[in-house]
């Protein structure tokens, strides 16, 4: 999954590039999640609780330039990429000290704009998206693994929460739970903390003794027996992302 942030002050701008973004993703099937920000602070205070794998920045904005959250994006992120989009030729010496990937000049031109993101796209060398297929009342779903942020194991089925805030229920699944979430816990991103749920590290906010702050506001229960274990493999993950 491919996470982009695009931040202008400008509501039309934003619309825009969202615009040209959405269509190149979808032209070359690329599974992405697209989150506009219109202020500068707004994009930063959600940066303290995540990151993205490409920036979009405008370069004049209210309080504090483009270049300035580039190099706050740069305090923590070495391996993002970031892109100017701006009407302003005039900071393109300064960017270069966060390390651009490109300072394309408004009006953007959209297949400029294309080629910028295809080059992006590159260098990211995104893993292979993996999906599971499940089993409800509709009809058999497929879900991706890196939409799914947790899953509750209740009378026989299993509920999927995943990013968008929508749940998916299975049916009466055969088997165990165990046996049925053996492909997601080969993927390093989940991790069981208790014998009823399992979840995805990728959208923990914090944790205690007992139990994991998800994004989301949804809380999962840690088994206290586990604890040791399961706050190790936690932090193992946060060390391999460059998070600690």
């Known amino acids: 999954m491919l996470d982009i942030a695009i931040c202008d002050d400008d509501p039309g701008q934003l619309a825009l590039i969202h ?22 602070d707004e994009l930063l205070r959600t940066c303290e609780k995540r990151r993205y794998h490409l920036y979009i920045l405008d ?10 959250v580039g190099k706050t994006i740069r305090e923590h992120d070495q391996q993002a990429i970031i892109l100017y ?7 393109a010496l300064q960017s270069f000290a966060t390390n651009p990937i490109n300072y394309l000049l408004k009006p953007i031109d959209k297949q400029q704009l294309f080629r910028t993101l295809s080059l992006a796209v590159s260098k990211l060398n995104l893993p292979q998206e993996h999906t599971c ?5 509709e009809g058999m779903r497929v879900l991706r693994f ?25 049916k009466v ?34 944790f205690t003794k007992t139990r994991f702050t998800l994004r989301s506001g949804l809380s999962v229960p840690i088994v206290a027996k586990q604890y040791c274990t ?3 493999t936690y932090l193992d993950y946060l060390a391999t992302k460059g998070q600690l």
């Open 230 to 232: 399961i706050r190790d």
């Open 85 to 91: 989009a701006t009407s302003e030729p005039s900071f």
């Open 146 to 170: 890196s939409e799914i942020v947790c899953c509750e194991y209740c009378d026989h089925t299993v509920i999927y929460t995943l990013t968008d805030a929508r749940t998916v229920t299975t």
């Open 173 to 206: 699944i055969k088997g165990t739970f165990s046996h049925h979430i053996e492909p997601l816990l080969k993927d390093k991103r989940f991790l069981r903390p208790h014998v009823s749920y399992i979840l995805n590290m990728e959208y923990v906010e914090g």
């Open 19 to 40: 615009s040209y973004t959405a269509q190149f993703v979808q032209e070359n099937n690329i599974q992405a999640s697209i989150h506009q920000f219109m202020h500068p």
């Open 59 to 68: 370069i004049v904005m209210p309080m504090l330039n483009g270049v300035e």
């Open 133 to 137: 297929t499940v089993k409800t009342q």
